[in-house]
């Protein structure tokens, strides 16, 4: 009661009705980053090793620049943290910024590809030697997050990647909170599972999520410490752990791993398109099926994931049948 009859702060002028705002605001000091150096044992192109964690080209989370630097904002176990990483000759150099700061440089490495082994494959086909050869600089990145990777890939369940991306963009953006740092304008970091579990029905339905995969999401950030504890198995056993989600199949365990592990053999399986480019790549069979891929996959045991990788970027891939898939947003409904 006392505060409610003490005195009370001069209130700006007002004009036309409407209070005036201070066109001047005090710049905040500029916090110091914390770097880290490391030396590549190899070629290493930073585009393409991180491309798999851009979620299209507004990803909230993820920005490349002209000037060749990479900037991704995450949650890490000790909070969130803003990591920028450039290359300079042989060496890379990354800059952190926020309360994980410290957890993002301490796997620097391992995102960039360090404890993958590119020679451990060998092509057995000419597109994929002379895509080797033309990126020599393709590792499989491992963030050592699983949540980051698990949720957008529930929201590319059977839906066009546009809107995929669109539902991603639009709920980061909305719920997360603002990249630590001096990240680039609009970067943001996912919002944590309790955020999640608490976004309204309504604005799932904006954002065009329908009920399943919002559920599906909504069962996942339940069990968020489990699930990412999968991040120290190996990924069969992480796939395994994922898929007792209810609404986790093969296809979203196998695009989480692919991420969060490195795992160069686990091959996404139930793609709408994956097969039928890697049968018309490897066998000129744009009518093959899961089975099919697997089967021509097979010589890559071990390494089928990054070979479906290099046939993705080598081009070749079957000429459309019919007109690209209609938008369908659920949010005007």
Not at 170 to 199: C, F, H, N
Not at 231 to 259: D, F, H, N, Y
């Amino acid at each position: 009661m006392a505060g409610r009859f003490g005195p009370r702060p001069a209130r700006p002028p007002v004009r036309g009705g409407r209070t005036a705002v201070p066109t001047r605001v005090p710049r905040q000091a500029p916090v110091p980053a914390l770097v880290r150096t490391w030396v590549p044992d190899g070629p290493l192109d930073l585009g393409l090793v991180l491309a798999p964690l851009r979620r299209g080209p507004g990803d909230p989370t993820f920005r490349a620049l002209p000037d060749g630097s990479v900037w991704r904002a995450s949650l890490t176990p000790a909070g969130p943290g803003t990591l920028r990483v450039t290359r300079h000759g042989g060496e890379v150099r990354g800059e952190a910024w926020g309360p994980g700061a410290d957890w993002l440089l301490e796997r620097l490495p391992d995102l960039l590809g360090a404890a993958d082994d590119p020679a451990a494959f060998v092509p057995r086909h000419k597109v994929l030697a002379l895509t080797r050869h033309r990126r020599p600089g393709l590792r499989l990145l491992r963030t050592g997050l699983v949540l980051e990777s698990l949720i957008p890939s529930v929201l590319e369940q059977k839906v066009t990647t546009d809107e995929a991306y669109r539902a991603w963009r639009l709920l980061v953006r909305k719920y997360g909170e603002p990249a630590p740092g001096p990240a680039p304008d609009r970067m943001a970091v996912m919002p944590s599972p309790r955020t999640w579990a608490l976004i309204p029905s309504w604005e799932w339905h904006r954002a065009g999520v329908d009920t399943k995969r919002a559920s599906t999401v909504l069962r996942a950030v339940r069990v968020a410490a489990r699930l990412e504890e999968a991040a120290g198995m190996t990924p069969a056993a992480a796939r395994a752990r994922l898929e007792l989600v209810s609404g986790i199949g093969p296809w979203t365990s196998a695009e989480t791993v692919q991420r969060s592990h490195g795992a160069a053999d686990e091959v996404t399986v139930g793609d709408l398109h994956l097969p039928g480019i890697v049968g018309w790549a490897l066998a000129g069979d744009r009518d093959a099926d899961d089975t099919v891929m697997l089967e021509l996959l097979e010589p890559y045991a071990g390494q089928r994931h990054r070979a479906a990788r290099l046939i993705l970027l080598s081009g070749r891939t079957p000429a459309r049948r019919a007109p690209k898939r209609p938008h369908w947003d659920i949010g005007r409904l």
